[in-house]
């Protein structure tokens, strides 16, 4: 109906419309009342004086010099003012909640047509939201959400602690809506940016289960305040870096907001902004959370991708400031969604093209990072270093099993990942206070599975450029060390003839390649030389171990990715819980199995180990080549004999395959019985269960 009538006629009739809607407002009936406030909102226009009349109980004089479309005496102007003044205080205050939530509802849109009326309303919605109705505080964040969306919303410091207040509300909806409407505020200064942030950690601290919310919300108020983040993140870098001795602990809530903050900065081609690379780095190890919160901006890939970006792009460790001492504004085009929409770009060419190369990439980064990890090691701090280690392996866990070659770069560093985790703890254990009998118990376990460890990773993989098989001889070296700083006599002379070992096939290595040895293999190679040759009556006491192992430094493994995975897939035919395999006690039994060998060369020993109670085993020698088949992958069927039936009704056997450590001597492997393996085994599949059950004599 306003719409046919001139723009000057139109606003008359609205304003007139208003009016008598806010007179309304007070109506007996709460009904009239909610029907009133639902059809404010649907006006479109206002005139400005009448809508900060409807904000104040306090008479304005809004029509003073104003024309009314009829006439109308003083008195009934002053009642116009009256039916208007305060309509909306009325209504926020209104002792049903109906009435609140359809008052706040009203104002949805009227802020856009007034700046003045936009405070005076921001100001009114404040108080809502210590409101007893949660669907009231819910509609007021709402409608502070549309005024942040038309860029109507103008928070100051006096609104900050009302506003913050939602964020330890009880009702985690009123939380939710409260983080959204963060992510679009445009904070006017660092204090305020600084509020927020204590808030939401605030909140955090009372409500754990809103970690995903508060990092996301976290990561946007970085991207809408870059130079505030940088300040901040400046003036608390020493206390959250790990290498820095910082005053937090590098697992705690704090710091991961403080990196979420930190990384949120887009990557700028000219550096003029800086943010400490190290924190790209210590995100990658936080990857699984972060990428679960930043789940409506970019997915795990891309986030990684993004990270390797920014670690690649960043070379120094401090923030660059302008000369006036606050952190230098971005430049245009450098903004993160650049970035992002950069990234993705690149992901899907890779997926189609790269995949490979990028995987390679990748694995290397989280390599170099498993470096940086060893002053924390060194320094006695086991939780961060097990915590950072666990979350690299859960970056390895995005990327799918490609190409032979990444595939087996995946298991490669997954497994040197584990051995790393091995090293801390046995590191850790070397100054723990423990009881005696304690130590050397765990000493024991810890070792026996670190020396396995080494061995499977020798063993499981082919393809070792140089570098990367005198990594892992260094870390064997370390191994045997540490036996022997125990102080096992009773097989100090093993150890020692292993250590020997080991230390001749890296001085064979070392001429090859032309490298210079590490400190701390110069330091064993010269204590060995010290000793002489080996024997029984060899002294390992001449030797100090502490000495020794405090030279050493894990240096970083230049990776070549060229690596192939040697695995097995074991299948038992025909057998399950139902259906036992029948015996006779005593007598032989076959059991069918389907083997599929990878990249197991021909000259390599396998064996099929079959153990019944855990203690006892029976090993059967595999000759795989009379099957055919290639180097890279084998499939055939083989009946297994197992030789040692109990006498019992039932029972339940185990097998597996095991790959013979060619590169150990004979001399210092672990018998495994007359007719059996005489090096130790590489197991490269699964346990399978077999069940077998006696034949009825009946």
């Given at each position: 109906?306003?719409?046919?009538?001139?723009?000057?006629?139109?606003?008359?009739?609205?304003?007139?419309?208003?009016?008598?809607?806010?007179?309304?407002?007070?109506?007996?009936?709460m009904?009239?009342?909610?029907?009133?406030?639902?059809?404010?909102?649907?006006?479109?226009?206002?005139?400005?004086?009448?809508?900060?009349?409807?904000?104040?109980?306090?008479?304005?004089?809004?029509?003073?010099?104003?024309?009314?479309?009829?006439?109308?005496?003083?008195?009934?102007?002053e009642?116009?003012?009256?039916?208007?003044?305060?309509?909306?205080?009325?209504?926020?205050?209104?002792?049903?909640?109906?009435?609140?939530?359809?008052?706040?509802?009203?104002?949805?849109?009227?802020p856009?047509?007034?700046?003045?009326?936009?405070?005076?309303?921001?100001?009114?919605?404040?108080?809502?939201?210590?409101?007893?109705?949660?669907?009231?505080?819910?509609?007021?964040?709402?409608?502070?959400?549309?005024?942040?969306?038309?860029?109507?919303?103008?928070?100051?410091?006096?609104?900050?602690?009302?506003?913050?207040?939602?964020?330890?509300?009880?009702?985690?909806?009123?939380?939710?809506?409260?983080?959204?409407?963060?992510?679009?505020?445009?904070?006017?200064?660092?204090?305020?940016?600084?509020?927020?942030?204590?808030?939401?950690?605030?909140?955090?601290?009372?409500?754990?289960?809103?970690?995903?919310?508060?990092?996301?919300?976290?990561?946007?108020?970085?991207?809408?305040?870059?130079?505030?983040?940088?300040?901040?993140i400046?003036?608390?870098?020493?206390?959250?870096?790990?290498?820095?001795?910082?005053?937090?602990?590098?697992?705690?809530?704090?710091?991961?907001a403080?990196?979420?903050?930190?990384i949120?900065?887009?990557?700028l081609?000219?550096?003029?902004?800086?943010?400490?690379?190290?924190?790209?780095?210590?995100?990658?190890?936080?990857?699984?959370?972060?990428?679960?919160?930043?789940?409506?901006?970019?997915?795990?890939?891309?986030?990684?991708?993004?990270?390797?970006?920014?670690?690649?792009?960043i070379?120094?460790?401090?923030?660059?400031?302008?000369?006036?001492?606050?952190?230098?504004?971005?430049?245009?085009?450098?903004?993160?969604?650049?970035?992002?929409?950069?990234?993705?770009?690149?992901?899907?060419?890779?997926?189609?093209?790269?995949?490979?190369?990028?995987?390679?990439?990748?694995?290397?980064?989280?390599?170099?990072?498993?470096?940086?990890i060893?002053?924390l090691?060194?320094?006695?701090?086991?939780?961060?270093?097990?915590?950072?280690?666990?979350?690299?392996?859960?970056?390895?866990?995005?990327?799918?099993?490609?190409?032979?070659?990444?595939?087996?770069?995946?298991?490669?560093?997954?497994?040197?990942?584990?051995?790393?985790?091995?090293?801390?703890?046995?590191?850790?254990l070397?100054?723990?206070?423990?009881?005696?009998?304690?130590?050397?118990?765990?000493?024991?376990?810890?070792?026996?599975?670190?020396?396995?460890?080494?061995?499977?990773?020798r063993?499981?993989?082919?393809?070792?450029?140089?570098?990367?098989?005198?990594?892992?001889?260094e870390?064997?070296?370390?191994?045997?060390?540490?036996?022997?700083?125990?102080?096992?006599?009773?097989?100090?002379?093993?150890?020692l003839?292993?250590?020997?070992?080991?230390?001749?096939d890296?001085?064979?290595?070392?001429?090859?390649?032309?490298?210079?040895?590490?400190?701390?293999?110069?330091?064993?190679?010269?204590?060995?030389?010290?000793?002489?040759?080996?024997?029984?009556?060899?002294?390992?006491?001449?030797?100090?171990?502490?000495?020794l192992?405090?030279s050493?430094?894990?240096?970083?493994?230049?990776?070549?990715?060229?690596?192939?995975?040697?695995?097995?897939?074991?299948?038992?035919?025909?057998?399950?819980?139902?259906?036992p395999?029948?015996f006779?006690?005593?007598?032989?039994?076959?059991?069918?199995?389907?083997?599929?060998?990878?990249?197991?060369?021909?000259?390599?020993?396998?064996?099929?180990?079959?153990?019944?109670?855990?203690?006892?085993?029976?090993?059967?020698?595999?000759?795989?080549?009379?099957?055919?088949?290639?180097?890279?992958?084998?499939?055939?069927?083989?009946?297994?004999?197992?030789?040692?039936?109990?006498?019992?009704?039932?029972?339940?056997?185990?097998?597996?395959?095991?790959?013979?450590?060619?590169?150990?001597?004979?001399?210092?492997?672990?018998?495994?019985?007359?007719?059996?393996?005489?090096?130790?085994?590489?197991?490269?599949?699964?346990?399978?269960?077999?069940?077998?059950?006696?034949?009825?004599?009946?």
């Amino acid at each position: 109906m306003l719409a046919a009538h001139s723009p000057e006629r139109k606003r008359y009739l609205s304003d007139e419309i208003f009016i008598n809607l806010c007179s309304m407002t007070r109506d007996m009936s709460m009904k009239v009342r909610v029907n009133a406030f639902d059809a404010i909102k649907k006006l479109e226009i206002v005139s400005e004086d009448i809508l900060l009349q409807s904000v104040s109980k306090k008479v304005l004089g809004i029509f003073k010099g104003k024309k009314p479309l009829v006439q109308c005496s003083t008195e009934q102007l002053e009642m116009l003012a009256l039916d208007v003044a305060g309509a909306f205080v009325h209504g926020v205050e209104d002792e049903f909640y109906q009435v609140r939530k359809s008052a706040c509802d009203a104002l949805y849109n009227l802020p856009i047509l007034s700046t003045k009326f936009a405070g005076e309303a921001l100001n009114l919605l404040m108080d809502v939201l210590n409101d007893d109705s949660v669907s009231v505080r819910l509609q007021a964040l709402e409608t502070l959400h549309h005024m942040a969306m038309s860029k109507c919303l103008k928070l100051q410091e006096a609104h900050m602690h009302m506003f913050l207040g939602a964020l330890s509300d009880s009702n985690g909806h009123v939380r939710s809506a409260l983080r959204k409407l963060l992510k679009l505020v445009k904070l006017p200064d660092l204090e305020t940016f600084q509020l927020s942030f204590n808030g939401l950690l605030k909140s955090l601290e009372s409500y754990a289960q809103d970690e995903s919310g508060v990092l996301s919300v976290l990561f946007h108020m970085g991207q809408n305040h870059v130079n505030m983040a940088a300040s901040i993140i400046q003036g608390v870098f020493k206390q959250i870096d790990p290498t820095s001795e910082g005053e937090l602990g590098f697992d705690s809530v704090k710091v991961t907001a403080y990196i979420v903050l930190a990384i949120s900065a887009p990557v700028l081609d000219d550096h003029t902004l800086r943010i400490p690379s190290r924190l790209f780095s210590y995100a990658v190890t936080l990857l699984g959370k972060i990428s679960h919160a930043l789940g409506d901006i970019m997915d795990q890939s891309t986030f990684f991708a993004y990270l390797l970006e920014n670690c690649k792009n960043i070379g120094s460790s401090d923030l660059v400031l302008n000369p006036e001492g606050s952190p230098c504004s971005p430049t245009p085009g450098g903004s993160i969604n650049d970035i992002l929409v950069s990234l993705r770009t690149t992901a899907m060419i890779n997926e189609q093209q790269h995949k490979h190369d990028d995987t390679i990439e990748s694995i290397k980064t989280v390599l170099s990072k498993v470096q940086d990890i060893w002053p924390l090691i060194q320094s006695g701090f086991l939780h961060q270093v097990l915590r950072t280690l666990r979350f690299c392996k859960e970056a390895l866990g995005t990327f799918t099993h490609g190409s032979d070659t990444s595939s087996g770069a995946l298991a490669f560093t997954l497994q040197y990942l584990k051995i790393i985790k091995l090293v801390a703890k046995v590191w850790n254990l070397m100054s723990a206070k423990l009881n005696c009998l304690r130590k050397i118990g765990e000493w024991e376990l810890l070792l026996g599975k670190l020396e396995r460890g080494l061995k499977e990773l020798r063993s499981r993989f082919i393809g070792f450029s140089k570098e990367e098989e005198l990594h892992i001889l260094e870390l064997m070296l370390v191994t045997y060390t540490l036996r022997l700083y125990n102080g096992e006599v009773w097989c100090h002379l093993m150890t020692l003839r292993k250590l020997s070992i080991i230390a001749s096939d890296i001085e064979h290595l070392l001429k090859e390649g032309s490298f210079e040895p590490s400190t701390f293999v110069f330091e064993a190679q010269k204590a060995l030389s010290s000793l002489g040759t080996v024997t029984p009556k060899a002294s390992y006491n001449l030797f100090d171990f502490r000495k020794l192992l405090q030279s050493f430094t894990l240096n970083h493994l230049e990776f070549s990715g060229k690596l192939k995975h040697i695995k097995a897939e074991l299948f038992i035919l025909d057998n399950d819980y139902e259906k036992p395999l029948h015996f006779v006690p005593g007598l032989p039994v076959g059991i069918p199995c389907q083997i599929i060998l990878h990249n197991v060369l021909s000259e390599r020993k396998l064996w099929v180990r079959i153990s019944m109670d855990g203690m006892t085993s029976q090993f059967v020698f595999l000759d795989f080549p009379v099957f055919g088949g290639c180097d890279e992958v084998r499939e055939f069927t083989y009946v297994v004999p197992f030789y040692r039936t109990p006498k019992a009704s039932s029972f339940i056997a185990r097998i597996c395959i095991g790959l013979e450590c060619c590169f150990e001597s004979a001399e210092v492997s672990k018998r495994h019985g007359h007719g059996g393996p005489r090096r130790d085994l590489a197991y490269i599949c699964k346990e399978k269960e077999v069940y077998l059950s006696m034949i009825n004599k009946g």
